[in-house]
């Protein structure tokens, strides 16, 4: 079965930081862009990050940069979301899914909660 396999999220206070898995089951990353997204209660589900395999390029939306970092390991085929400085608004279910050349069936994602 092709699925991407996430860990991660939980409960942290402002200012915390927590750091989210995103493992290829039945793929292999290489030759994808893979992205990190959230969606929060009533809203839209945004693109945070993207990672094109293909030349090494890493977008940041504005409301992450300088906060969240996204990095690869190649060897295990895993990709991860370090969240820094996180504030109550970052508060959403978060998922990683492909950007191109496909998108996979949308998984449950993993809850973050940031509240005091």
């Known amino acids: 079965q092709l699925q991407l396999v996430q860990s991660g999220g939980g409960l942290v206070q402002p200012g915390g930081s927590l750091r989210l898995s995103c493992a290829a089951s039945g793929f292999t990353f290489d030759h994808y862009a893979i992205g990190w997204f959230r969606q929060a209660p009533g809203k839209e589900r945004k693109r945070l990050s993207c990672f094109n395999t293909n030349d090494g390029n890493i977008y940041y939306a504005d409301s992450v940069k300088g906060r969240f970092t996204f990095s690869r390991d190649s060897a295990n085929d895993t990709v991860y979301l370090q969240m820094n400085s996180l504030k109550p608004e970052d508060t959403a279910v978060y998922y990683c899914?492909?950007?191109?050349?496909?998108?996979?069936?949308w998984g449950q994602g993993t809850q973050v909660t940031v509240s005091s």
């Open positions: 899914n492909g950007v191109f050349p496909i998108q996979f069936p």
